[in-house]
């Protein structure tokens, strides 16, 4: 796949136009999807939120012939796929659904390795490239290449889903309400590595959602639909939440605006606190003296890659004489990408008055402390009512 970065952003995606698109679904008096005109840039993420029925589902399938449209012409880029062999075109299409949608019979990494495996890749390739997904998903592969699904958590599922999506690397990703089914927690850290993936990736995204903090979240751009899928509003998250196109998106947008805007409001956007990091295994004295140096009264312990393992405190540090490498699965962490939004409920979560953020490879970028979210909010309120 060729790359081509703009911006620093890399897109790895191509454009996708829809003109006129229409299906009637046999003995229905109006179509479902009714001349859907669109064009999504490459690389974009464009979320696709409506009323339930309003025809989202039946757009996204069209766009890999899962449905065969009743009228209209599709583009990839600038080549006409409306006829194209629809087995074809879904190599260059990945497609990921609610729990994954995973074969329950076969290893994630047989899973995960199926489209590479119907394009004939060697044997050798195959296994290389779904390490790497599973790395990029993160899931370590070692853990979870010979797992059966079911041995997995429903976030984990979702995570294998998208792996496989990605597998033959193609252009475009379509997404069909992926998150609903696992808990708000888990929603929030896979729409953290979505954001992730995609900021390296720079895939042409289409995702459906029926929660707009979701659409605003993930969302480049946010398309609106009504009844048949007209396309009511078609803009970026800010833009729809300043000036709603009609009653019926602001109902949609719904209210508590401030709030919303905490959604739009990236912890990369504010100050991170770059706390005081100890290694697994290092002398604990060391790692005190160095935290009382700094005044800190907190120190995260990383692993070898740097990503976060747990967060003591320097009283706890001191009654050890190693550094422990303890995972603490309760560890509040959020992503670069998360809202502020998302890092307030992951600490009402916690219960902690902070959390340690992550970047690049889950990597701890710094921590955010509830002070600061505080501020924000304060912020955008007096900006909403000056
Ligand atoms: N296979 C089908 N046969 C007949 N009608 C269908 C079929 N699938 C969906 N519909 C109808 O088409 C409309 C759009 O459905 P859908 O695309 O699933 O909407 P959404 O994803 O926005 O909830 C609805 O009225 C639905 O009942
Ligand atoms: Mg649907």
């Not at 009323?51 to 583009?75: A, D, V, Y």
């Not at 954001?195 to 751009?221: N, P, S």
Request: charged share 25%; proline share 5%; with cysteine.
């Amino acid at each position: 796949m060729s790359e081509t970065v703009t911006d620093q952003r890399t897109v790895s995606g191509v454009s996708i136009r829809l003109e006129g698109v229409t299906k009637r679904y046999p003995g229905q008096r109006t179509p479902a999807v009714d001349s859907v005109d669109l064009e999504i840039a490459a690389g974009e993420t464009v979320m696709f939120v409506g009323p339930s029925g309003c025809g989202k589902t039946t757009l996204l399938k069209m766009l890999n012939r899962l449905i065969e449209p009743s009228g209209g012409k599709i583009f990839l880029g600038d080549e006409d796929v409306t006829g194209q062999d629809p087995d074809r075109l879904r190599r260059r299409i990945g497609y990921v659904i609610q729990a994954g949608g995973l074969f329950p019979h076969m290893t994630v990494g047989t899973n995960v390795g199926l489209v590479p495996g119907m394009l004939g890749w060697d044997r050798a390739r195959i296994a290389e490239r779904t390490d790497e997904l599973l790395d990029l998903v993160g899931l370590d592969p070692e853990v979870y290449r010979d797992r059966y699904p079911k041995e997995l958590s429903g976030g984990q599922q979702q995570r294998v889903g998208v792996a496989r999506a990605l597998a033959a690397d193609p252009p475009v990703l379509l997404m069909d309400e992926p998150f609903g089914a696992v808990d708000p927690i888990t929603r929030q850290r896979l729409q953290d590595e979505l954001l992730r993936i995609q900021e390296e990736l720079g895939k042409t995204i289409v995702f459906v959602t029926h929660d707009f903090d979701e659409a605003v979240k993930l969302g480049d751009k946010i398309v609106v639909f009504d009844v048949g899928a007209r396309v009511v509003q078609y803009d970026t998250p800010e833009a729809i939440l300043a000036e709603p196109a009609e009653d019926y998106v602001a109902d949609f947008v719904g209210a508590g605006a401030t709030l919303k805007q905490l959604t739009l409001t990236r912890v990369s956007d504010t100050e991170l606190h770059t706390p005081v990091t100890a290694a697994v295994g290092e002398d604990s004295a060391a790692v005190v003296a160095r935290a009382e140096e700094a005044g800190e009264r907190y120190v995260v312990v990383v692993d070898g890659r740097g990503r976060p393992v747990s967060w003591p405190s320097v009283a706890e540090l001191s009654r050890t004489t190693s550094v422990p490498g303890t995972r603490d699965d309760r560890l509040p962490v959020v992503g670069l990408r998360s809202t502020l939004n998302d890092a307030l409920d992951t600490m009402l979560a916690a219960s902690q008055g902070g959390v340690v953020v992550t970047g690049r490879r889950d990597a701890v970028a710094g921590v955010l402390v509830v002070e600061q979210v505080m501020a924000a909010i304060q912020s955008t309120r007096s900006e909403v009512r000056g």
